[in-house]
């Protein structure tokens, strides 16, 4: 068992999956730090001042000055809309940028060998039969 462990370990798609899930959570990390720290504020701006983060509906209890206020109360309930909007944003710039890293690096991998030739077309009847056949199995002509 520990030998097939090792086996299944060494393969390179394992290897390959821990890399990319690794460098998918730092990029993660990145991801919401420009969204947060840099498309947000501007676009708060654009909006007059609109601070996304803390915009938040008061769904049951009383009126709170800020989400943190609100969370803190256990029997308040909040529709947090403006988490939602950052974490819609950061799906859309994650989406785009993997887009955009799968566009430049495609070319850049090599074309699949095409398949081997396996079959030709009945002279007669145009349909598909094996290279070796001798006679039609759709017309039965000799060939």
Do not use: H, W
Request: proline share 8%; net charge positive.
């Amino acid at each position: 068992m520990l030998k097939d462990f090792k086996a299944f370990i060494s393969r390179g798609n394992v290897v390959d999956l821990a890399v990319g899930v690794i460098i998918g959570a730092a990029f993660g990390k990145i991801v919401s730090s420009l969204v947060n720290d840099i498309v947000m504020p501007p676009i708060g701006l654009l909006l007059g001042g609109v601070d996304f983060s803390n915009k938040f509906l008061v769904l049951k209890g009383g009126s709170y000055p800020s989400i943190a206020a609100a969370k803190a109360d256990k029997a308040a309930v909040i529709l947090s809309y403006g988490t939602f909007v950052n974490v819609v944003i950061e799906f859309l710039i994650v989406a785009f940028a993997v887009f955009v890293l799968v566009k430049l690096v495609t070319p850049l991998m090599p074309k699949p060998a095409p398949a081997a030739v396996t079959t030709k077309d009945c002279p007669f009847c145009a349909m598909p039969i094996p290279l070796a056949a001798k006679r039609c199995p759709d017309c039965t002509s000799q060939l």
